[in-house]
C-alpha cells in the first residue's frame, strides 16, 4: 500500500475533473506542456496522491505532469458492479485520458496494478503515446507470497464488501510492529481513501494482479518503436527486481534501479524518481 510523502500539494498544483469520452476522473496536475505532458496511473489500493512528490520537481523539468485517480479508486466515481473494472476497460479508460490531455508528447506511467492497465492500453493503441514506463511491475502476476495476501482480501471483500472500516481496521492490525509510525493526517488519509474506493474495483483488480499473464510480447508487437523505461526500487516485495532486470531485456527498455527504495519510488524517493523520469523523457524528445 502506498503512502504519499506528503499530502500538500505544491503552490503551482491544481486539482480538479478531467472529463473525456469515458466520464469524468479526478486529478492533480502541474507544470505546463514545455517538453511534454506526463500521464501518472497509480496503482492497487493507491490514488494519485501517491504521486505528491513527483509534481514539483517534473514541472520544473518543463512538463504538464497529470496524476488520476481511475475508475471507481478514491475521488473517481464508479459503479458498483464488476465489469467495468475489467483490465481492458481500465485500458480504455486510459486512452480515454490521453485524447483529454489534448496534442503533444504523452509520457504514460503505470505504478504496480497501473502497469498492467497502462500495458493493456498500449497493446490496444500505442499511437496516443511518446513513451511508456512500467514502475515496480513486472510482466504478469504479482509473486506467491502476494497472491496469497491478495487472495485473502478479496475473500474479506466479497463477503464484507459493504462493511468497508472493518476490512480496513483488520488490515491495520497485521502491520509490522516496526513499521515507521505515521502522522494522524496520513492515517486519516489513507483511510479516507480506502472507504472512498469502489470495493468491486479491488475484487477485480485484485484477481487481475493474481491472475495476469506474460504480455512482454504482446506488447513488443504492438509497440516495437515505443521508447520504454523499467523503474523499480533496489528491493520489491511485490515482483522480484530480477523479474523487472528481464523484463526490461526482453522489452529493449532503458532500464533505472532508485537506491534505497523498495515498491513505490515514487513516495519514497521522488527526487531521485523524478530526475530519472525526466531524463528518460527528454532523450525521447531528443530521438
Given amino acids: 500500500m502506498s503512502k504519499p510523502p506528503r499530502l500538500t500539494l505544491p503552490p503551482e498544483a491544481r486539482t480538479y475533473r478531467l472529463a473525456t469520452a469515458r466520464g469524468e476522473f479526478a486529478v492533480h496536475e502541474a507544470g505546463e506542456p514545455v517538453r511534454g505532458t506526463a500521464l501518472l496511473i497509480p496503482g492497487y489500493t493507491g490514488s494519485k496522491e ?3 512528490g513527483l509534481l514539483e520537481p517534473l514541472a520544473a523539468a518543463g512538463y504538464r505532469v497529470v496524476a488520476v485517480d481511475g475508475r471507481g479508486q478514491h475521488e473517481s466515481p464508479g459503479p458498483r458492479e464488476e465489469s467495468p473494472y475489467a483490465l481492458e476497460e481500465l485500458a480504455r479508460d486510459v486512452l480515454a485520458q490521453a485524447a483529454g490531455l489534448g496534442d503533444g508528447p504523452l509520457h504514460v506511467l503505470g505504478h504496480s496494478l497501473g502497469g498492467l492497465i497502462v500495458r493493456a492500453a498500449v497493446v490496444r493503441d500505442p ?17 506467491e507470497d502476494q497472491q496469497a495476501r491478495t487472495k485473502l482480501l478479496i475473500a474479506a471483500l466479497e463477503a464484507m464488501g459493504d462493511d ?7 488490515m491495520r492490525a497485521q502491520d509490522p510492529r516496526d513499521a515507521p509510525p505515521e502522522s494522524p493526517e496520513l492515517t486519516a488519509f489513507m483511510r479516507g481513501r480506502w472507504l472512498a474506493t469502489v470495493p468491486e474495483q ?15 510480447d504482446d506488447l513488443t508487437r504492438a509497440a516495437p518503436g515505443l521508447a ?5 526500487g533496489e528491493s520489491d516485495p511485490v515482483w522480484p527486481v530480477s523479474l523487472m532486470d528481464e523484463m526490461a531485456r526482453r522489452l529493449g527498455a532503458d532500464r533505472v ?5 523498495e515498491h513505490s ?4 524517493a521522488p527526487a531521485a524518481t523524478a530526475a530519472a523520469l525526466a531524463a528518460f523523457w527528454d532523450s525521447c524528445t531528443r530521438q
Avoid: H, Q, Y
Avoid at 228 to 232: A, F, I, P, R, T
Avoid at 257 to 261: D, L, P, Q, S
Fill in 265 to 268: 519510488p515514487n513516495a519514497e
Fill in 127 to 143: 499511437r496516443p503515446f511518446a513513451s511508456l514506463t512500467l514502475m515496480s511491475t513486472g510482466p504478469g502476476a504479482v509473486c
Fill in 257 to 261: 534501479v532508485i537506491a534505497g527504495t
Fill in 164 to 170: 468497508m472500516p472493518v476490512i480496513w481496521a483488520a
Fill in 202 to 216: 479491488l475484487i477485480v483488480t485484485g484477481r487481475t494482479l493474481i491472475s495476469e499473464p506474460d504480455r512482454i
Fill in 228 to 232: 520504454k523505461l523499467v523503474l523499480s
Fill in 50 to 52: 501517491d504521486f505528491i
